[in-house]
Nanobody, 123 residues
Framework: VQLQASGGGLAQAGESLRLSCAAS????????MAWFRQAPGKEREFVAA???????HYANSVKGRFTISRDNAKGTVYLQMNSLTPDDTAVYYC??????????????????WGQGTLVTVSS
């Protein structure tokens, strides 16, 4: 599976951005899809995930502001980001895997990674 992330850019605080991640290679509908991010000088952290069952998981820091969705027909996962703050500035990575519920936030649960797309939020 190859993943291609897009949609990053510059936004002001309070604005919105939508990230997309297109998968190729087949089997998309059977994978759990997730977004992680890595801010400068910080470790990579979990943002959101959507499992094949439709169950969604969010980091507390983005709950209520970000929405993950997927279109299995298009092999694409999205991350709608609203009410952005400067703390959301990071490189965002999409990932595919088959995590169990207890490990959905663990990056070791994901086998395939996109190249990352930079989101910069100014105050």
């Amino acid at each position: 599976v190859q993943l291609q992330a897009s949609g990053g850019g510059l936004a002001q605080a309070g604005e919105s951005l939508r990230l997309s991640c297109a998968a190729s290679g087949g089997g998309f509908s059977g994978y759990g899809m997730a977004w992680f991010r890595q801010a400068p000088g910080k470790e990579r952290e979990f943002v959101a995930a959507k499992r094949p069952t439709g169950a969604t998981h969010y980091a507390n820091s983005v709950k209520g502001r970000f929405t993950i969705s997927r279109d299995n027909a298009k092999g694409t996962v999205y991350l709608q980001m609203n009410s952005l703050t400067p703390d959301d500035t990071a490189v965002y990575y999409c990932a595919a895997g088959r995590p169990i519920t207890s490990s959905v936030m663990d990056d070791k649960s994901y086998y395939y990674w996109g190249q990352g797309t930079l989101v910069t939020v100014s105050s």
